[in-house]
């Protein structure tokens, strides 16, 4: 089975930022894409971001310019960077792989 692990999220005024890490266990890792979405309460969960194993990116449009996602496939891990937060970050952010998704780690951006 894979499990995944995010970290990272917290509290941070509009403006700033926050690095977001999610590691993966088991094996596959390099082989395949791994991907950042998010959910605000009562609402859809949206893709952010995605990276494959040759480290190719797609972003939202919404972030495109300010989050950046990396991956090192040594450490089974895949980073989202993101700067210039804005109030309508706030959410929960969840990591995807291999048809599994991680519990998800909370990001606040205040006004």
């Known amino acids: 089975q894979v499990q995944l692990v995010e970290s990272g999220g917290g509290l941070v005024q509009a403006g700033g930022s926050l690095r977001l890490s999610c590691t993966a266990s088991?094996?596959?890792?390099?082989?395949?894409?791994m991907g950042w979405y998010r959910q605000r309460p009562g609402a859809q969960r949206d893709f952010v971001a995605r990276?494959?194993?040759?480290?190719?990116?797609n972003y939202a449009v919404s972030v495109k310019g300010r989050f950046t996602i990396s991956r090192d496939n040594a450490k089974n891990t895949v980073y989202l960077q993101m700067n210039a937060l804005k109030p309508d970050d706030t959410a929960v952010y969840y990591c995807?792989?291999?048809?599994?998704w991680g519990q998800g780690t909370q990001v606040t951006v205040s006004s």
């Open positions: 990276i494959s194993s040759g480290g190719s990116t």
């Open positions: 995807w792989s291999m048809g599994f």
């Open positions: 088991g094996s596959g890792f390099s082989d395949n894409l």
